[in-house]
């Protein structure tokens, strides 16, 4: 494999600048393999003492010095789950609306509202959460959700306002901007000439939407939902805030839970003990595998759909 | 060997000559030169931050406090990366020498419990009563109820509602629950058994908040809350103190007396390395959730001028920062504490073998 296209001239300043980006570009590979074995090696001390049960164990308790991952890993992916079960269809329908079916002025004043959205820092969206949405979501949204689905055991337990549902709500808000900036764009890029035989042809903008922009698009929007997927993975002021904290796996959304990424942000500056500190550790090194699993997952998905419903972008 | 004892005391002298060492400790001087560096605790970031700035303005000493947490504290004065370290649980004597460090209590505070019970229209601080061991069931989660046989009991004048008992505690390690699992330790069998005492433990029931502010905002919104909060923060937000029962089987309101009789009565003397956890401690009058907070320094140093400098800071803290202290709801260490503290420095704190505390 080269670095780069070999010309058979290089003059010296050009292999010059050709070395420096190169350098600057395997710079990133080596902070990538530094960080994978930096946290590998911090964290053998956990997995030595736990074994496999680490990643199993729902107990964390620093007292004894017994660490389990369960909790944590199950609140990261089920706050990531309920924010993307929202943020996915809401951005697409808010794309849509920009780039399809209002006037370019309202498109540019909402696009713009969007992005300054994607621009607040996280903790404000967790002090919002703490102060005014949890309290928000105590009083209307729990006793309606309870009223409505009174069998789910989803929607049990006390009405405080925080926990894993508003977690992942407020995630949900958090990443949508990302993914409907994106949506917009790719709607943009889809040629006129493509949408206006769709609608030569009669069909409705429902049709063209669903069968020509969407397809047209999709390997992009998926891609786009992973980059907001990401990002719900690793978030960690907002969720603080919210989600109650307890290393406990339990049915209800109301219930409390905790994060990798609160677990850390929580405990890191307290641990004294080296085992409490490898665990911590440990926890981020989970953190790092499923954020890199999940990246090379949607690749691969992402050329699998690009093989089988082609699309343009 | 002679040699480099020489240079010491010639570096020494020449320091001397500078006109730096030659003043008594609370005068003015001129420490502009002076850069001390401490992190650890964040309890008593407020007040340290607070000192430093009076101090400042007096010597023109500079002194950066990085309240990052005790554990980093720690582990931070071990690494020599900082000139002072602080933290909210002591650490043990053994732990202390092994690194070659000391350390001394330098202020006080105490833990509240806190409750809410909008429903019962209870509003008055201070006329809920808990036993110690009813404390301890309650963060058990074996007391579930506010209505529970062994809360009316107590409490007969207060019509206690059917409500659920919501558990606040800190989801952040910290040093205000490490005083007030310690306390639940030495008052409950238990508690000692499943929970245990740590900066985070494993609760048994409840929500975790971040910070004092986090479970105080809690405690004043969930109603039938209870929750547990550094003095201040209860004052400062107006919530609703539980009054408990101390040593003496007296029922006290937590207050600045209250904390500083714990302080007085515990044995400082004979705890090598100052550790004194100040709960359960005796005494008609004392709180039984108090604790102290603690710098950690080393004993040998290798600026004389920097180390100088930084205890004559602590001193004119203990001396002069007092109304500073107690005005942040903190409280003062009592002047025999601070006598015993100051004679420690004299005979361990040292640069190149010579005692630099008091300064001559």
Known sequence: MKLWNSRSSLN?????????????????????????????????????????????????????????????????????????????????????????????????????CIELLAAIPSIIY????????????????????QAAFPYLPIFKGPKMGIGVLSAGIILAIMILPFITCVIRDVFKMVPAVVKESGYGMGSTTWEVTHKITVRYGLTSIVGACFLGLGRALGETMAVTFVIGNSHRITPSLFNAGSSIASTLANEFAEAADPLHLSSLIALGFVLFIVTFVVQVAARLWLRQMQKSFGGGL | MKKVLGTIAMVSMMTAGLGIISQPACAKEDLSKVNVNGAGASFPYPLYSKWAYKFNELTGMKLNYQSIGSGGGIAQIKAKTVDFGASDAPLKHEDLEQNGLIQFPMIMGGVVPVVNFQAAGLKEAGSLKLSNELLADIFLGKVAMWNDEKIKS???????????????????GSGTTWIFTNFLMKVSEEWKEKVGTGSAVSWPVGIGSKGNEGVANYVKRVDGSIGYVEYAYAVQNKLTYVTLKNQAGNYVNPSIESFQAAAANADWENSPGYYVVLTDQPGENSWPITGASFIIVHKEQANKELVQAMLTFFDWCYRNGQTMATELDYVPIPSNVVEMVEKTWSENIVVGGKSVWPKK
């Not at chain 1, 967790?126 to 959700?145: D, K, N, R, T």
């Not at chain 2, 659920?164 to 952040?172: G, L």
């Open chain 1, 12 to 112: 010296g300043s050009d292999f010059v600048f050709r070395l420096l980006s190169a350098v600057c570009a395997l710079l990133v590979i080596a902070l990538i393999v530094a960080v994978f074995l930096q946290l590998a090696e911090s964290s053998m001390l956990a997995f030595r003492q736990f074994g496999f049960s680490f990643l199993l164990s729902q107990k964390w308790n620093p007292v004894t010095g017994n660490f389990g991952a369960a909790s944590s890993i199950y609140g990261t992916l089920i706050t990531t789950l309920i924010a993307m079960l929202i943020a996915v269809p809401l951005s697409l329908v808010i794309a849509l609306f920009l780039a399809e079916l209002t006037h370019p002025v309202v498109s540019k004043v909402v696009g713009t």
């Open chain 1, 126 to 145: 967790g002090m919002w959460g703490l102060f005014v949405f949890a309290p928000f979501m105590s009083v209307y949204i729990q006793p309606w959700l």
């Open chain 2, 154 to 172: 107590l409490n007969p004048s207060i019509d206690l509602p059917a409500l659920e008992i919501t558990v606040v505690h800190r989801s952040d």
